[in-house]
Nanobody
Framework: VRLVESGGGLVQPGGSLKLSCAAS???????????VAWYRQAPGKQRELVAN???????NYANSVLGRFTISSDIAENMIYLQMNSLKSEDTAVYFC?????????????WGQGTQVTVSP
């Protein structure tokens, strides 16, 4: 499974960005059970979960982004999105797309290469 992120960039505080992640092959059609997610890693900090979405439609958000970010998927287009609103300087980080899929009876993690988001005046 290959994950490719896009949509990062420079935005002013209070602005919005939408990140996209293209998965190939189409994991939504191949796997019955999956979790897709967005993580981020700021300089000098550990990678942290931003939001995830399961095959059952369960959503989970970090407290720091609750009410501002929205994770979604487009099964037909095999895409995973992260809509980010009311961005703050502390949201500056490299954002990674992630998928956890069952292979051989155990969960396997897949990562994209990351896309930089910088929130600055």
């Amino acid at each position: 499974v290959r994950l490719v992120e896009s949509g990062g960039g420079l935005v002013q505080p209070g602005g919005s960005l939408k990140l996209s992640c293209a998965a190939s092959p189409n994991l939504f059609h191949i796997y019955t059970y999956y979790t897709v997610a967005w993580y981020r890693q700021a300089p000098g900090k550990q990678r942290e979960l931003v939001a995830n979405l399961t095959n059952e439609g369960l959503l989970n958000y970090a407290n720091s982004v609750l009410g501002r970010f929205t994770i979604s998927s487009d099964i037909a287009e095999n895409m995973i999105y992260l809509q980010m609103n009311s961005l703050k300087s502390e949201d500056t980080a490299v954002y990674f797309c992630h998928a956890q899929l069952p292979l051989g009876g155990r969960p396997i993690d897949y990562w994209g290469q990351g896309t930089q988001v910088t929130v600055s005046p």
